[in-house]
Nanobody
Framework: QVQLVESGGGLVQPGGSLRLSCVGS????????NRWYRQAPGKQRVRVAS???????LYGDSVKGRFTISRDNAKNTVYLQMNNLKPEDTAIYYC?????????WGQGTQVTVSS
């Protein structure tokens, strides 16, 4: 059974940092295209960062230069390092892993940026 479990969300002040983790079970994350999405209240889910199996990365314009996606193959974990957080980064963050024949989602972790 494939499972993605996110953690690391919380409440942080503007300008602060958080690191989200996505641990995979029943799936080898390094074989897949892994992505982080976020969904703010009343808005559509949008992709913020992605990492291909070869390590290539892409970022949404709103997070470029502040967020970094990375992967630890030994731990079968994908991370999202978020720096210089802004109130508009407040959302539920979801981990997603896409292979040639399946797509998996985590349950989401809440990130709130507020003073």
């Amino acid at each position: 059974q494939v499972q993605l479990v996110e953690s690391g969300g919380g409440l942080v002040q503007p300008g602060g940092s958080l690191r989200l983790s996505c641990v995979g079970s029943g799936i080898i994350l390094s074989d897949n295209l892994n992505r982080w999405y976020r969904q703010a209240p009343g808005k559509q889910r949008v992709r913020v960062a992605s990492m291909a199996s070869n390590g290539n990365t892409l970022y949404g314009d709103s997070v470029k230069g502040r967020f970094t996606i990375s992967r630890d193959n030994a731990k079968n974990t994908v991370y999202l390092q978020m720096n210089n957080l802004k109130p508009e980064d407040t959302a539920i963050y979801y981990c997603n892993s896409l292979s040639y024949n399946s797509e998996s989602w985590g349950q989401g972790t809440q990130v709130t940026v507020s003073s």
